[in-house]
């Protein structure tokens, strides 16, 4: 894939975030299915930390510097961590959106990126900045789907009228 496009697919999906969770009543993006999933809260907590020290910081790091070791994160952990259930939804998704343009802006200016640069991650193996990239978008979509899912399970929960007529989830 065309990594230009990748990178313009990424700053879509800021608006498509934006969009998506802009102006969410607190009842909402509070909510949980269940105890153990996320709530839009949690998923938007998320996608600050790893725009900022998953791909952004990873991407950097394995095109400039691959046979250094790979910083560390913990998505997992940061969430209780980091008490994201705690935190401001509207101030972390205005974060969320500032670094994103402050990633489109990074990836933008980069002249003739070496994608094929490799960096060793000490489970997986060998990681491309090629790969990092990709994923990224990737990574959006997956959370992209994950929100959908959340706003649909809570109208579901919320309306007392069924959703039948939409169609098939």
């Not at 990748?6 to 934006?18: A, C, P, Q, S, Y």
């Not at 640069?117 to 994923?135: Q, R, T, Y």
């Amino acid at each position: 894939m065309n990594h230009t496009e990748i990178i313009k697919d990424l700053l879509k999906n800021e608006g498509v975030f934006r969009n998506l969770l802009q102006g969410t009543p607190k009842e909402q993006y509070l909510w949980k299915p269940e105890p153990s999933s996320w709530c839009l809260l949690e998923v938007i907590c998320h996608l600050y930390d790893e725009e900022r020290e998953d791909f952004r910081a990873r991407l950097k790091h394995t095109l400039k510097t691959p046979d250094l070791p790979l910083p560390q994160i913990n998505p997992k952990e940061w969430v209780s961590e980091r008490k994201y259930i705690e935190q401001d939804f509207d101030e972390t998704l205005l974060n969320f959106q500032n670094e994103r343009l402050q990633s489109i802006g990074w990836l933008s200016d980069l002249q003739s990126p070496p994608w094929e640069n490799v960096c060793l991650h000490p489970k997986i193996g060998p990681l491309s900045a090629e790969m990092f990239l990709v994923n990224w978008l990737g990574h959006d979509y997956l959370h992209i789907r994950q929100i959908t899912r959340l706003k649909y399970a809570f109208l579901k929960a919320n309306s007392k009228i069924n959703l039948d007529y939409a169609g098939e989830w």
